[in-house]
Each structure stands twice: as C-alpha cells, then as structure tokens.
C-alpha cells in the first residue's frame, strides 16, 4: 500500500466506531481509502456503514487532518503495516478475524521472521511467587532456543515475560490494547518496560490508533492479536474468569497449541491452567515440553542461538575448535593473552558450546 492510501487508512482508523470490517467495506466500495475519504460521510450512508461509524466519520472530517496525522507518528517513531505489507505477520493473517493494520514502535522486522518460533505467554495480573517462577523458568528455557516472546504488557506474568526475556538477551513482542505512544500505554507503570521492549530489538504494537486509550472492550481484541501472533499459548497462572482463558481459547479456536502450567488444586490462580489440562491443553514444567511440541531440538537450538550472540572475538576462538584444541595452541593462533582465552573459553562452555577434556584442551560441541 503506498504512503497516500496509508495516510486515509490512518485518518479512519483514528476515528471512534471505525474497525477493520468498516475499514474494508470502505476500500472495497470506494477503490481506495483516499476515494472515500473524500466522498465523505453521506456517501457512507448508501452503501450500508453503520449509523455509529457513519456518525464518527461525519463529526472527525470536520477535525482531523490526514497529514498532520502523519507527521505526529514521524514525530513518535511510530510505524504503520498493513496487511499487505511484506513485514506483517504471516501467521496473523490466517486468523478468522485479523487486523488491517498494525502501528508500532521498534523493529517491525521482527513480526514476520521466525513465525513458526514464537510463543505466547500470558497469565494472571496478581501471580502467585510460584507463578512468578514458573514465568521465569519456562521463558528463560524458551528465549535460550531462539523463541520470541508475545505477551500483552499488562501487570503480573505479562510484564515478568517480557522481563525476562530482556534480562536474556530475547526478542519479545508486546501487544496493547491502546495507542503505542509513550504518553496512553496502560498500565502506566509498563511505559518504561515498553521502552526497553522498542529499543532491545523488540516491537510494541496494536491496532489501535496512537492515543486511543484502554478501554474493557480492546482487551478481548487485542488478545486475538497476542494468540494470532505466536504458534502456541503458554497461561502460567489464571483466575476461573480471566482474560488469559479468552487468549487461549482463541489460540485453540485458530487450531494452535495451547500449554498450561499446572499448579496447586487450592489455588485460585491455577484454576484456569488445570482446568485447560483437563480439556486437553498440553501441561509443561519445563521449556523443553514446548520445544518439543514445536518439533526443536531444544539442546541444539540452544547452542545455535548462544553463538549468534558472541562477540567477533568469542567466534573467532570457536571457529578454531572444529577439532580439539589446547589453550597454549589457541593463544599462538589468536595472539590473546593467556587470561583473555580462559575468560572466553569459560563463556562458551557455559554456554554449552564448547567442553574441556583432558584438562587443557577445548573443542566445539
């Protein structure tokens, strides 16, 4: 889509009332967003657009200016996708209902590559300690293979996802149920999480327009987007009635995996989860029971996903360990400092990379 059909796509998609079914009806009937942009509200009101969205047009003409428009999401770093753009994501488009549209901060990039390795991880807002580290656990397994991380930026198990998988070095994904702007993100004590999220490698995003604010009625839209996005939900801890159970029915109804982490039968916070084990979902107690669902070697992804984070001067020393290798033979090879290797070798053996033998030598695993 080129930049001036995105610039009306924008103008509506700002409007109050206005989704992606309107979003549609419009471009199909007028040709284009910019023809029906400027047919205006009356000419909605032939072809059937609801009097709500028809009403919302009709009062936002009067007052938004599609370029100025433009120039504030220049202005916050903010980009737009949309469904036909090489950058969406793939496995989003094969949902019953998905977005037209996405905005967001970070690397875009990221949506598209590695569908097939990304999990969601959503839970409860009040988790438990056990929950907390069971989060931790199975995130850390998960982010050592490569998986992205998809999680909806909220308090409790969200916001500890997206932690720890920062705190590993991962790509996570955040998806809001407002604006991407710094200034609406909810909650607001996330504002500085999303941050870190944009500038690690990550992406923030949703289908709504920069200062939409969270309302009840997003939340079950954007959980569409969370489970739409990745391969497999993972619900570590969920009340009876949580928003974690609508994610993961919906992953279930778009035929995707659905995992649990089972927990204490007098728990509250494990009703949701055991209760998903009861109907079928998949109970893991360790990253390596998702790993295999998804057909990785969990071990070798590990290795894999270790090495692209070395620096050039670690890759070097491992690219020398084809074949055994002693610490005096390495330093004539490399011209490093006896204590330099040591502290290298160290790295990558626990990494799981390298291992010794016989004292003295090294060799890539």
């Given at each position: 889509m080129d930049i001036e059909e995105i610039k009306f796509l924008n103008a509506f998609n700002a409007i109050p009332n206005v989704g992606a079914v309107t979003l549609r009806a419009l471009r199909d009937h007028f040709g284009s967003f910019a023809n029906a942009w400027r047919a205006g509200a009356n000419a909605c009101e032939r072809f059937g657009v609801d009097a709500p969205a028809r009403d919302a047009i009709a009062a936002h003409q009067k007052i938004v200016d599609p370029d100025r428009a433009m120039q504030k999401l220049a202005?916050?770093?903010?980009?737009?996708?949309?469904?036909?753009?090489?950058?969406?994501?793939?496995?989003?488009?094969?949902?019953?209902?998905?977005?037209?549209?996405?905005?967001?901060?970070?690397?875009?990039?990221?949506?598209?590559?590695?569908?097939?390795?990304?999990?969601?991880?959503?839970?409860t807002r009040r988790p438990t300690p056990y929950g907390l580290e069971a989060a931790e656990h199975l995130v850390e397994k998960l982010v050592g293979a490569g998986i992205t991380i998809v999680s909806g930026l909220a308090t409790g198990i969200d916001a500890k996802a997206h932690a720890v998988t920062l705190a590993h070095k991962g790509i996570t994904i955040a998806v809001l149920g407002c604006g991407v702007d710094q200034d609406t993100i909810f909650p607001p004590e996330n504002r500085g999480l999303a941050q870190?999220?944009?500038?690690?490698?990550?992406?923030?995003?949703?289908?709504?327009?920069?200062?939409?604010?969270?309302?009840?009625?997003?939340?079950?839209?954007?959980?569409?987007?969370?489970?739409?996005?990745?391969?497999?939900?993972?619900?570590?801890?969920?009340?009876?009635?949580?928003?974690?159970?609508?994610?993961?029915?919906?992953?279930?109804?778009?035929?995707?995996?659905?995992?649990?982490?089972?927990?204490?039968?007098?728990?509250?916070?494990?009703?949701?989860?055991?209760?998903?084990?009861?109907?079928?979902?998949?109970?893991?107690?360790?990253?390596?029971?998702?790993?295999?669902?998804?057909?990785?070697?969990?071990?070798?992804?590990?290795?894999?996903?270790?090495?692209?984070?070395?620096?050039?001067?670690?890759?070097?020393?491992?690219?020398?360990?084809?074949?055994?290798?002693?610490?005096?033979?390495?330093?004539?090879?490399?011209?490093?400092?006896?204590?330099?290797?040591?502290?290298?070798?160290?790295?990558?053996?626990?990494?799981?990379?390298?291992?010794?033998?016989?004292?003295d030598n090294y060799q890539k695993i």
């Open positions: 202005r916050g770093n903010i980009w737009i996708i949309t469904e036909d753009d090489p950058a969406f994501p793939p496995l989003l488009k094969e949902i019953s209902y998905p977005p037209i549209m996405l905005y967001g901060r970070g690397d875009k990039n990221i949506l598209a590559s590695n569908p097939h390795h990304a999990i969601a991880v959503v839970g870190k999220i944009a500038e690690s490698g990550g992406a923030v995003i949703s289908e709504y327009a920069p200062e939409t604010p969270a309302v009840k009625e997003h939340f079950p839209m954007r959980n569409r987007i969370i489970a739409g996005l990745a391969q497999g939900t993972l619900v570590v801890e969920a009340r009876e009635k949580s928003g974690a159970l609508i994610t993961s029915r919906m992953a279930l109804e778009e035929n995707r995996d659905v995992f649990a982490v089972p927990g204490s039968i007098f728990s509250p916070t494990s009703v949701g989860p055991n209760r998903l084990i009861q109907q079928g979902a998949k109970a893991v107690t360790d990253g390596a029971d998702i790993l295999e669902e998804l057909g990785i070697d969990g071990l070798s992804a590990m290795r894999h996903h270790a090495a692209l984070a070395l620096t050039g001067e670690e890759t070097s020393v491992l690219n020398l360990l084809e074949e055994p290798a002693s610490i005096d033979a390495l330093r004539q090879k490399t011209g490093f400092a006896t204590g330099t290797l040591l502290s290298m070798l160290s790295v990558l053996e626990l990494k799981g990379i390298i291992r010794s033998s016989d004292g």
